[in-house]
């Protein structure tokens, strides 16, 4: 049954549904209101009708919101990251729009403000995703029905191409006297050589080496467990360790709070991102040592599931973007195939 009602100069629709939520609109010309009244009963009657009364009273800043409260909860570093990301995208105004207001258009505005901040399409891409997916989060499970998806997949920008970078000759050993020739790393940290000879022995995320445990070594069985708590994947696993790795360990004194490299993941970034800037290696960042292990693995043979065992990749296509065969050895590889020809 539709209500009718005339209120400050404006037309109030109400219309009563058993057993679910009433719809409520406001119109400013009577014949507006009368339409929609009518439109409504009819697609009730039909039973077309698709209530778009919660999604009009979500705004996208309330999701944000709650799934910020939830990994603050939980705690996880991909967690914290996430709440950086949120944090940002709540400083917008495309936030303050209810889902059934959003349309692709507040999408592609908010993706040139962002190019125009020098955001590159990977960062613009990984904030749409968390909208995205909470979106359809409050479709499913909020009763928030919305007539089109808001966010378009041609409104997403292109992905930056994967990057390639690994230690180039020499490069490794002015990493090392930067460290040990009187420089602020050696005064403030003992760990930055052996964890970045460590980093490139075992292919570890940052995250996994700079939380691992003395605990967790077996020096008998050789070998490094990652529990779930600390792994990108939050599922655990045993990796090898090969002689330069164990040689590292046993070269490290031992901290009192049971950490291998009592280093902080903000401290390795930055600091090494500086060692990098003023040796004029571009482009280096720590992440490169994890590329740089995983593609010397794969040039002395170890076959593809066996790095990925070891990196702890789980589908062929991510561990695809840290392959880097150093073209050299592919030419050396070549001539040696070439020798042994028939033709």
Known sequence: MAYIRKRSGKYSVEIRKLGTQNIFQTFNKKSDAIKFANQREVEIQQRTFKDTTTASRTLLKDLLLEERAIRIIKGKDEKKRDIYKINKILRYDIVNKSLIDLDNSDFAKYRDIRF?????????????????????????????????????????????????????????????NYCNNG????????????????????????????????????????????????????????IPLSTKAIEVLNSLPRDINGKVFPM??????????????????????????????????????????????????????????????????????LAINDSKSPF
Not at 283 to 291: E, N, V
């Open 116 to 176: 125009s901040e020098g955001r590159s399409g990977s960062t613009i891409n990984r904030e749409f995703s968390i909208m995205s997916v909470l979106i359809q989060r409050a479709i499913d499970e909020k009763n928030c029905w919305l007539p089109t998806f808001p966010l378009n997949k041609k409104t997403r920008p292109k992905e930056n191409p994967p990057k390639e970078r690994r230690l180039e000759e020499g490069e490794l050993e002015k990493i090392f």
């Open 183 to 238: 420089s602020k790393f050696k005064k403030a940290s003992p760990f930055w050589k052996p964890s970045i000879i460590f980093a490139i022995e075992t292919c570890m995320r940052q995250g996994e080496q700079f939380k691992l445990n003395w605990k967790d070594i077996n020096f008998d069985k050789r070998t490094a467990f990652l529990s779930s708590e600390i792994t990108k994947s939050s599922q655990s696993r045993t």
């Open 264 to 333: 902080s993941g903000d401290y390795i970034s930055k600091g090494f991102s500086l060692m990098a800037k003023k040796l004029n290696l571009l482009g280096l960042t720590w992440h490169c040592l994890r590329r740089e292990g995983i593609s010397r693995l794969l040039e002395n043979g170890f076959g593809v599931s066996e790095c990925m065992r070891i990196s702890g990749h789980s589908t062929l296509k991510a561990f695809e973007i840290y392959i880097k065969h150093n073209v050299e050895n592919l030419t050396q590889k």
